[in-house]
């Protein structure tokens, strides 16, 4: 699995928005040790993401809620991604995840306080593979593929009160991944497209569209609807890499990161009166991340 997140950048990187940079913020290092640190995610109190363990020979889940305790492993055997920390709705209080054995990807919570390990509702997990998942209030937002292959097929809605799946984009061809859900908004990446939909509307809008020798990606959204995305190079590993800002139709540069980097799974959420962008920043040489963020 752990190949398979960064097929994601490298994919995203060989394929085909003009923008005003307003102001840049400047990301802020939270964990970067030599190991590999990757698809991070937050929340008011908490911040989680997954470390490559060579001797394992899986990613391993963590959580810090910065207490004497912590940061927390997730208990499982299998590597382990967090999607996102709920606080509220019907799984409040819990952490979703996904875990991969073998070709297998399956959707998991994590119970924030009694630390056990939760199946997914009915319907969830199938016996295809289930990967991505974000989850907010009463919506799980997560991708449904075949087993082994490195993209989604399908990326998927799923409403805890009703039980009810619903298919928001579908694609025989790579690129497709669920990105995140936030309140009433979610968004997605196909074919190298960021993509922001309303939930109660049902209407979908395309982030504008990259220029030439350019490509977007890797994108997140507040509960208001402003959505943030990745900018890079089409062709190149970590060439003028940015993250961007769409907000009341309006598309704005807000932060980058040196070249020679890359940026993916970035996550936005509200924080208090702030909002924090986290993200993963890859090096090009070998692909090994540290976990960052941007505070706006």
């Known amino acids: 699995m752990r190949i ?3 097929v994601m950048v490298v994919a995203a990187l060989t394929v085909a928005m003009t923008a005003i940079s307003a102001w840049a913020a400047t990301p802020v290092k939270l964990v970067d040790t030599k190991a590999d640190e990757s698809s991070p995610t937050s929340a008011d109190g908490w911040l989680a993401w997954s470390v490559w363990n060579r001797s394992a020979g899986r990613d391993i889940a963590w959580l810090d809620p910065s207490g004497p305790e912590d940061p927390r ?19 409040a209080g819990e952490a979703v995840f996904f875990q991969f054995e073998g070709k297998n990807g399956q959707i998991k919570f994590y119970d924030l306080a009694t630390r056990d390990v939760l199946n997914a509702p009915s319907g969830i997990n199938t016996s295809k593979s289930e990967e991505y998942p ?20 399908q990326v ?15 694609s025989t061809q790579p690129f497709l991944i669920p990105d995140q859900v936030n ?32 490509a977007n990606y890797f994108g997140g959204v507040l509960p208001d609807g402003t959505a943030f995305f990745v900018q890079g190079s089409a062709t190149t590993c970590g060439k003028n890499t940015k993250i961007m800002r769409l907000r009341n139709g309006n598309v704005s540069s807000i932060a980058s990161v ?3 980097y890359e940026i993916a799974n970035l996550s936005a959420e509200e924080i208090g009166a702030e909002t924090h962008i986290v993200f993963s920043r890859l090096s090009c040489k070998n692909l090994y991340g540290g976990i960052y963020e941007v505070v706006l």
């Open 156 to 170: 998927l809605l799923y409403r805890f009160s009703t039980e009810k799946v619903t298919t928001v984009a579908s």
């Open 4 to 6: 398979r997140l960064k």
């Open 134 to 153: 974000s989850a907010s209030g009463d919506y799980l937002l997560f991708g449904r593929g075949p087993l082994g292959e490195d993209f989604v097929r």
């Open 73 to 91: 492993k997730v208990p499982t055997t299998a590597s382990a991604y967090v999607g996102d920390i709920v606080l509220d709705g019907p799984r």
């Open 183 to 214: 309140g009433d908004y979610l968004v997605y990446t196909r074919k190298y497209d960021v993509y922001r939909r309303q939930i109660s509307s049902g209407t979908t809008i395309r982030i504008p569209a990259a220029p030439d020798g350019r």
């Open 258 to 260: 040196p070249d020679g």
